[in-house]
């Protein structure tokens, strides 16, 4: 049976985004707009041991961030809709390397949350050597070559 989630903000550091797409600077998410949760799995003889199962919950509040920009707010909240992002990290190692864990998917879901969209791609037509373009020649010559075999029959 898995240990009642405890909130901590103690020892959660400033969460740094590297740069990326939309994010030329990088971005630094403040620990005090990070809420950590996390629980442990009771030990063989029923006392919580640091290096059994535990699990970690980021949570992150977009809507209230004040380290967002108008424009990344936008961004973020189309994407998830409700303000909060939440992470877990719960695979069987210790809480601190989940914990590292939860960090590393936060910042990669941010990273590309606000990323800008791809620009439209027009529709393009086959390229000279393209297999489309060889393959439509092909069957082609190959209809033009059963109707010269049905001409010369008929001739005969």
Not at 108 to 137: F, H, M, N, V
Request: charged residues 35%; positive net charge.
């Amino acid at each position: 049976m898995r240990g009642t989630l405890e909130v901590h903000n103690g020892g959660v550091r400033d969460l740094h985004v590297p740069a990326g797409p939309g994010l030329p600077d990088g971005l630094v998410v403040p620990s005090a707009e990070l809420v950590e949760r996390f629980s442990r799995s009771p030990g063989p003889g029923g006392q919580s041991v640091n290096t059994t199962d535990s699990r970690v919950e980021l949570e992150y509040d977009v809507g209230a961030s004040g380290a967002l920009t108008d424009t990344q707010r936008a961004r973020a909240l189309r994407r998830w809709p409700e303000g909060r992002v939440t992470v877990a990290a719960s695979e069987h190692r210790s809480q601190h390397r989940n914990r590292v864990a939860a960090r590393e998917r936060l910042a990669d879901l941010l990273r590309t949350a606000l990323a800008p969209p791809p620009p439209p791609r027009r529709p393009t037509r086959p390229s000279r050597g393209s297999k489309e373009r060889r393959l439509k020649a092909k069957k082609e010559r190959a209809s033009t070559k059963a109707l010269r075999g049905r001409v010369r029959d008929r001739d005969r």
